[in-house]
């Protein structure tokens, strides 16, 4: 079982490009949710999916898109990346029973 | 005032000391509660659900105390590989979906 798996692992942007980072999991479950980290600040939601065919904001969703194109896969847009985009974006999903989430390995992201 | 709030530390304990963490919440809604392990540069990883009458997983002890709104977490006799940061996460109910919320996470460093 991959379980959450993300592309890119690491990306470097110049500010105004835009790109899709992509997640999918193979876990079966019905929610699925896109945080950033950076340091001191912890975890914060920027969009989330409660079933396939919903989207949400998080705390956080000013400069970013998401689909959530199947049960399995949901997608980060950056429409046009900004120096204040740099960090590393996490995917996640979660079973809606236990709301136990699993995380992806991340990617690292770069805006210069 | 940020809804999940934790002490960043870091903790800096001997093998073998007994540590404790809490982690308060402001949404007396709130529903759900977890910890997570998070090691540098790696994503976060599930350590325990936190119930209403406290559980243990074998050195870990995590409790809730809805009165109060805090959740904590005890590690007995800790050891060198418990050093990483643990995160507390707390789910909230809005508009029937159910929006997890992470703290900033306390740092532990277990030294020989």
């Known amino acids: 079982n991959a379980g959450v798996t993300q592309t890119p692992k690491f990306q470097v942007l110049k500010t105004g490009q835009s790109m899709t980072l992509q997640c999918a999991q193979d876990?079966?479950?019905?929610?699925m949710y896109w945080y950033r980290q950076d340091p001191g600040m912890g975890l914060r939601l920027i969009y989330y999916s409660a079933s396939e065919g919903t989207t949400d904001k998080g705390e956080v969703p000013n400069g970013y898109n998401v689909s959530r194109l199947n049960k399995r896969e949901f997608s980060l847009r950056l429409e046009s990346a900004a120096p204040s985009q740099t960090s590393v974006y996490f995917c996640?999903?979660?079973?809606?029973?236990?709301?136990?989430?699993?995380f992806g390995p991340g990617t690292r992201l770069t805006v210069t | 005032r940020k809804e999940v709030e934790q002490d960043p530390g870091p903790f800096n304990v001997p093998e073998g000391a007994t540590v404790a963490f809490n982690c308060t919440y402001s949404?007396?809604?709130?529903?759900?509660f977890f910890w997570y392990r998070q090691d540098c540069r790696k994503e976060p990883k599930l350590l325990m659900s936190v119930y209403s009458s406290g559980n243990e997983d074998g050195r870990f002890t995590a409790q809730l105390n809805r009165a109060s709104q805090y959740i904590s977490l005890l590690i007995r006799d800790s050891k060198l590989s418990d050093s990483a940061t643990y995160l507390c996460v707390v789910i909230t109910t809005s508009g029937g979906s159910y929006i997890p919320t992470f703290g900033r996470g306390t740092s532990l460093i277990v030294h020989p």
């Open positions: 996640a999903s979660s079973d809606r029973q236990t709301y136990e989430q699993y």
């Open positions: 876990m079966n479950h019905n929610s």
């Open positions: 949404n007396s809604a709130s529903q759900s």
